[in-house]
């Protein structure tokens, strides 16, 4: 099957995250599925109305995903939040997406391919990846220095986790994003 992520954004880590989902495009072309599936992610300002929408495509058999994600909102994000974040809201749509054309790809092929696709989100972090695991610890109490030797993550990225996890909303772009 072909897995493509296309990309319209600037300013965001969303273009180097694309780039992470490489790897998932190659493991996806041993996949047996019924039909092809393609994810565009449009980072836009909110001005442009632009709602996210799915079409599928009778003549080729692909799936059409379009992506719209708020470029405000994840220009005050760090790269892991974004990572996490559009991990979180590409498996739902997915998910729900390909629910939706039932008569394409029965039920099994359907299963088995969201288990496929959680699982390399899953170790790759992005499902339930190191933030998720760190704000995990941080709210049984362990300290900022132990959950970032435990997650292999710099201290002031702890202490964000903790300060967003306590409504601190930045208002300025996060330093990933300059």
Request: charged letters at 25%; hydrophobic letters at 35%; proline letters at 3%.
């Amino acid at each position: 099957m072909n897995l493509t992520f296309l990309l319209d954004t600037h300013g965001t880590c969303v273009g180097q995250l694309r780039d992470e989902l490489l790897p998932l495009e190659q493991l996806a072309e041993e996949w047996s599925y019924p039909y092809d599936i393609s994810v565009v992610f449009r980072v836009l300002p909110e001005s442009y109305g632009r709602k996210t929408f799915r079409r599928f495509d009778n003549r080729d058999h692909v799936l059409d995903l379009d992506i719209s994600i708020l470029h405000e909102q994840y220009l005050r994000m760090s790269k892991n939040e974004q990572r996490e974040a559009l991990g979180t809201y590409l498996y739902n749509y997915m998910t729900e997406s390909i629910a939706k054309y039932k008569k394409h790809a029965d039920q099994k092929a359907q299963d088995q391919f969201l288990a496929d696709l959680k699982s390399w989100m899953v170790e790759n972090n992005w499902l339930n990846g190191k933030m998720n695991k760190a704000r995990e610890l941080l709210m049984q109490n362990v300290g900022l220095y132990e959950v970032s030797q435990q997650m292999q993550m710099p201290l002031e990225e702890v202490e964000y986790i903790l300060l967003r996890m306590n409504d601190y909303e930045p208002n300025g772009v996060h330093p990933d994003n300059i």
